[in-house]
């Protein structure tokens, strides 16, 4: 990983070489490292010391009855789902200044140990600046995936590191091993996304899930729960897809729009600039925009969709559009 520690000397350098990812830390641990008195960090969700180059998110998974309303923590694989603070809003200050290193520490629940879980990349924000409102941002682990792997622990491929990894069976237990050859990579690829695509254009009749466009060669076969959050069953799942045209399958990707499990209505922006507003009209989608059925069993994944990533803005950086162009859509 390439963060703040890797391009300055400071204090987020000296944290990444004295944490281990996977170790369990007290808030004593942690308040010997950063020069600070412990009670200065009881019942804090966000922690960072003056002038220093790093914060440290401390996240709480099992919410109790003093938690407060509307946070969604939670962690997925490598993935972690991340509710702001509702007054403060210095760590999405910190985020969005791409000054600073996220350190993540995660408990089950109240009164049990931190397990460190490395640094975090935002993938997607939700940053609502309004006091009251917490923000959501979807973060990746890259340290966490790494100590994964390092323990024979990932149960889905790794993506983003530059290579694949192939699950081989043994008695029940999964064993992954690293393909580095670039050869090796794209011909998995090919043949999970043909498989999924071919899959995808029979579930949907070959027609477009919106517009009705039936030529094949137009038509994209999008993920509705991004491939890398999806388990190994879901990403080859017909249900967890759309067949979309280029320009509602990018706009579905990012999160600009999305569409009601129940009825297939298209959902909008409930704020809507007048360039974006322009920018619809240009494109005929307007709230009389909906599925032309909702097939049973895709509702899961809309409502996923819907809660984690329409309205969040994604972050270039870290788009997953070129993994989903060669994996999903039949573009590679």
């Known amino acids: ?188 690829i090919r043949l999970t996304q043909s498989k999924y695509r071919k899959n995808v254009i029979e579930f949907w009749n070959g027609n477009c899930s919106v517009t009705g466009v039936d030529e094949p060669s137009w038509l994209i076969a999008s993920h509705i729960k991004p491939w890398r959050e999806s388990t190994n069953e879901e990403k080859t799942d017909p249900h967890n897809s759309l067949l979309l045209t280029p320009n509602y399958d990018k706009l579905f990707d990012r999160g600009v729009i999305s569409f009601s499990p129940s009825d297939g209505k298209i959902l909008l922006p409930e704020t809507q600039s007048k360039q974006m507003w322009a920018n619809f009209n240009r494109m005929h989608i307007n709230e009389d925009i909906k599925l032309r059925y909702v097939p049973k069993g895709i509702e899961q994944y809309l409502e996923y969709h819907n809660q984690y990533i329409y309205g969040f803005n994604p972050t270039d950086e870290n788009t997953e559009d070129i993994v989903e162009s060669l994996l999903a859509k039949g573009l590679a």
Do not use: C
């Open 1 to 188: 990983m390439k963060g703040i520690a890797e391009s300055k000397d400071g204090m987020s350098r000296m944290l990444v070489s004295r944490l281990n990812v996977g170790n369990a830390y007290t808030l004593d641990n942690l308040a010997s490292l950063i020069g600070q008195q412990t009670n200065a960090l009881r019942g804090k969700g966000v922690i960072t010391k003056s002038g220093a180059d790093f914060q440290f998110l401390m996240v709480t998974l099992e919410k109790d009855q003093w938690a407060t309303m509307g946070y969604i923590d939670h962690l997925d694989g490598y993935t972690l789902f991340w509710s702001g603070q509702n007054k403060l809003k210095s760590a999405e200050e910190k985020i969005q200044s791409g000054l600073f290193d996220t350190f993540i520490f995660i408990q089950e629940k109240r009164r049990t140990p931190y397990i460190y879980y490395g640094r975090a990349i935002p993938l997607r924000t939700h940053i609502v600046w309004e006091r009251g409102i917490p923000s959501h941002i979807v973060f990746d682990l890259p340290e966490y995936k790494d100590y994964l792997l390092s323990q024979n622990k990932l149960t889905q491929f790794d993506i983003f590191s530059g290579h694949l990894e192939s699950m081989e069976e043994d008695n029940n237990n999964y064993s992954y091993v690293a393909k580095n050859s670039e050869k090796e990579v794209f011909t998995k």
